[in-house]
């Protein structure tokens, strides 16, 4: 029986159960939320392509992100479903419209035929559309079980997270340099807005459900930093690393269409290096978390070394 | 000379200056906050194309609306003026997808080359989507000026009227029902949807800005849902009757693509008479609100009145 140290053992097999719990939470509400035809019928044949663009086996790691910093500073859990679903909708969304022919052009994600290819260009643009006005709709229940200063704040992050200073500035940077000989700030510029800030947004948002000190948010905000980065330092290691079927998505596009990434600019194994440094300052901002006494940090931890050592 | 009324020479030199006025604070706060160059810059031609798409000399109708509705019932003119610049966002983004090739495949918009013509396809779907956000954020602001509940309030009304239960659902609709013999009901549906669902936000996020009792919110309601269904009834009646260079896009569209209108359900004539039953049943609800007391109603009274009986 091989040797595993303690920690190790306790710390994967936490992980694993309490993405479960999570997951399921996270399934069932945006089943019962998107579009769902017995509760709120979408018309023509709409909500079918919302559904299908959201409810698809994604990995979550945007909600479950939203959820550990949301109990690593206590607060309130309903806040944080709807900011962690609502986080969904803006990626799945982006997913649809970066997969159209005027975009990617791609055919395939998750193992699937994308959003245009099964319900045709229009309906696509119009689900994505939808989708990101639906994230607001969850972010401002109307039930009293989020109060309406955290409302307003989840919405304001989420926006300027997805808008031209996040998510859609980054991606058009990604459309302007494809060919480009990018340098090093420019690359990281680009992945900061274009996926980092989503992901960013996910600890702020999920720690804004409750109360945090200064220095937490500190912290929390320097932990999404590095793990917005790793993130997509690992997406271009695997892009050359991995094979379309473990991917679910087409393997080496980044360099069959000459996009700038880490791997191009750094090579492999310094990219994969640098993945463990930024795993190391995002693992340093959880022990700050808890130095400043808090406790639930476990799942933090957990999902960084996870992100940074996934294999798809 | 020729003999007036005293109400209506009243009325209709209020609404030029009144709304001179708020044009220029609309003009003004879209150019500064929408991807300004100096304030907030946007990446690799990004904020271009959003400013392109917005700052277009539009009616602004929607931005009126909700300025007219706040001054009705008294509410926070820089709440209103948040939500007017907010809603209009919402109404750009959706004429730059719908005008899309994949959608209605339109490269003139007042009078300009469409978005993606001048910008390309991708660039035109991110600027849309970068929009939508942006008008979230706006919503949104950090300074105090705006309390939490208006802002988490005015982020549901506009979410669920931009969504698949509002603007988009609507547009699926019109999507799935072109060259399809639409009945009267089906026809409204859409239309209450698409183009209606959002004028009648503009009203009730306005009135949100400030105190209404529940008879002055359905006064408004009824309002809001009367114009926003005129608003299509004439925009049908101008695609037979203005032309192009009136319109400043392309007339006779949708008789062309065989699209259900209510002039070809109707008839013209019965279509004229019809947006002036909606234009009565608007003034009626106005009316309710002067008998409840409320006094700063002409700028409703005349812009319902200017929506139905206008050129272009």
Same mark, same amino acid.
């Given at each position: *029986?091989?040797e595993?140290?303690?920690?190790?053992?306790?710390?994967?097999?936490?992980?694993?159960?309490?993405? /479960?719990?999570?997951?399921?939470?996270?399934?069932?509400?945006?089943?019962?939320?998107?579009?769902?035809?017995?509760?709120?019928p979408?018309?023509?044949?709409?909500?079918?392509?919302?559904?299908?663009?959201?409810?698809?086996?994604g990995?979550? @790691?945007?909600?479950? @992100?939203v959820?550990?910093?949301?109990? /690593?500073v206590?607060?309130?859990?309903?806040?944080?479903?709807?900011?962690?679903?609502?986080?969904?909708?803006?990626h799945?969304?982006?997913?649809?419209?970066d997969? *159209?022919?005027?975009?990617?052009?791609?055919?395939?994600?998750?193992g +699937?035929?994308?959003?245009?290819?099964?319900f045709?260009?229009?309906?696509?643009?119009?689900?994505? &559309?939808?989708? #990101?006005?639906?994230?607001f709709?969850?972010?401002?229940?109307? &039930?009293?079980?989020?109060?309406?200063?955290t $409302?307003?704040?989840?919405?304001?992050?989420?926006?300027?997270? /997805?808008?031209? $200073?996040? *998510?859609?500035?980054?991606?058009?940077?990604? @459309?302007?340099?494809i060919?480009l000989? =990018?340098?090093?700030? #420019?690359?990281?510029?680009?992945?900061?807005?274009?996926?980092?800030? =989503?992901?960013q947004?996910?600890?702020?948002?999920?720690?804004?459900?409750?109360?945090?000190?200064?220095?937490?948010?500190?912290?929390?905000h320097?932990?999404?930093?590095?793990?917005g980065?790793?993130?997509?330092?690992v997406?271009?290691?695997?892009?050359?690393?991995? &094979?379309s079927?473990?991917?679910? +998505?087409?393997?080496?596009?980044?360099?069959? #269409?000459?996009?700038?990434?880490?791997?191009?600019?750094?090579g492999? $194994?310094?990219s +994969?290096?640098?993945a $463990? #440094?930024l795993?190391?300052?995002?693992?340093?901002?959880?022990?700050?978390?808890?130095?400043?006494?808090?406790?639930?940090?476990?799942?933090?931890r957990?999902l960084?070394?996870?992100?940074?050592?996934r294999h798809h």
């Open positions: *029986m091989p595993t140290s303690a920690p190790e053992k306790l710390s994967s097999f936490r992980l694993a159960g309490w993405s /479960a719990e999570r997951l399921d939470q996270i399934e069932q509400a945006l089943s019962g939320w998107v579009a769902c035809p017995t509760a709120a979408a018309p023509a044949g709409l909500g079918d392509a919302m559904r299908y663009a959201v409810l698809d086996g990995k979550r @790691l945007r909600p479950l @992100l959820m550990a910093a949301c109990e /690593a206590g607060g309130n859990p309903q806040a944080a479903l709807r900011a962690a679903c609502a986080v969904e909708l803006i799945a969304y982006s997913l649809v419209h997969d *159209m022919p005027c975009m990617d052009n791609d055919v395939l994600r998750r +699937k035929p994308t959003v245009h290819v099964k045709g260009e229009a309906q696509a643009l119009l689900a994505g &559309d939808a989708l #990101q006005a639906l994230a709709e969850f972010l401002t229940p109307d &039930d009293g079980s989020v109060d309406a200063a $409302q307003a704040g989840l919405c304001r992050m989420l926006a300027s997270a /997805a808008g031209f $200073q996040g *998510m859609a500035g980054g991606q058009a940077i990604d @459309l302007a340099s060919g000989p =990018l340098n090093s700030a #420019q690359l990281h510029e680009m992945h900061r807005l274009k996926t980092g800030a =989503l992901l947004a996910s600890v702020m948002m999920g720690a804004s459900c409750g109360p945090a000190s200064t220095a937490v948010r500190k912290a929390l320097d932990y999404g930093a590095a793990i980065l790793a993130f997509q330092v997406d271009d290691i695997l892009d050359v690393t991995a &094979d079927a473990t991917l679910g +998505k087409t393997a080496g596009k980044d360099a069959a #269409q000459d996009k700038p990434t880490f791997v191009s600019l750094m492999l $194994q310094a +994969k290096d640098y $463990q #440094q795993l190391a300052r995002a693992l340093e901002g959880v022990d700050r978390l808890e130095t400043g006494g808090l406790e639930n940090t476990e799942a933090l957990a960084a070394d996870m992100l940074v050592n």
